[in-house]
């Protein structure tokens, strides 16, 4: 099994970019997915493969991936973005990275 | 529409054991890679296991030889067995369908479940 490794918390002022990390040795052969949680819900997908959007997430949401990191950027963060967002990745076995809080205010 | 329902959570002792169940509508449980997540109070996600549409099975190393996923196809319902409970099994479990992805042999999770409270206590 591998890990991913996020920052646990990232604070932006509202209409900010708001960049959140991920580091794991497999991701140079592995795509990355990133998951949004707000308090009391499940997750909800906002990019895979590294950079794709699926319908009806905002255009703000993007993603990269270089070498053993990944990155989920949010041009223009909005107070409805606040929430945990979560690195993963598979290959037989699934791993999450322990989560990044993102605070917009 | 696509739903996952889980049940079977509650409290339980340490050593006991509890089966979760996550009842599929809306597509094929034997046709998707099925797994389950779990979320202790207050912490991040967990992948626990996956059963592959072909029957193969992966656990992660916290839960493995203790914990057994399997599917009842005439029922479309995914299970978790769970042996040998641990106050570090409390968790939130959440049954997730998964999506084959980009060629790489990878899945992400496209539908989720509400989840099920499981407290290991005495």
């Known amino acids: 099994s591998y890990e991913l490794t996020q920052p646990p918390s990232v604070s932006v002022s509202p209409g900010q970019t708001a960049r959140i990390t991920c580091s794991g040795d497999?991701?140079?052969?592995?795509?990355a997915y990133w998951y949004q949680q707000k308090s009391g819900q499940a997750p909800v997908l906002v990019i895979y493969?590294?950079?794709k959007r699926p319908s009806g997430i905002p255009e703000r949401f993007s993603g990269s991936s270089s070498g053993t990191m990944a990155t989920l950027t949010i041009s223009g963060a909005q107070v409805e973005d606040e929430a945990d967002y979560y690195c993963y990745s598979t290959d037989s076995s699934g791993v999450f990275g322990g989560g990044t809080k993102l605070t917009v205010l | 529409e696509v739903q996952l329902v889980e049940s079977g959570g509650g409290l339980i002792q340490p050593g006991g054991s509890l089966r979760l169940s996550c009842a599929a509508s809306?597509?094929?449980?034997?046709?998707?890679?099925m797994s389950w997540v779990r979320q202790a109070p207050g912490k991040g996600l967990e992948w626990v296991s996956v059963?592959?549409?072909?029957?193969?099975?992966y656990y992660a190393d916290s839960v493995k030889g203790r914990f057994t996923i399997s599917r009842d196809n005439s029922k479309n319902t995914l299970y978790l067995q769970m042996n040998s409970l641990r106050a570090e099994d409390t968790a939130v479990y959440y049954c997730a369908r998964g999506y084959s992805s980009g060629g790489r042999g990878q899945y992400y999770f496209d539908y989720w479940g509400q989840g099920t409270l499981v407290t290991v206590s005495s």
């Open positions: 059963i592959y549409s072909g029957g193969s099975t």
């Open positions: 493969e590294d950079s």
């Open positions: 809306g597509f094929t449980v034997s046709s998707n890679y």
């Open positions: 497999a991701l140079p052969k592995k795509y």
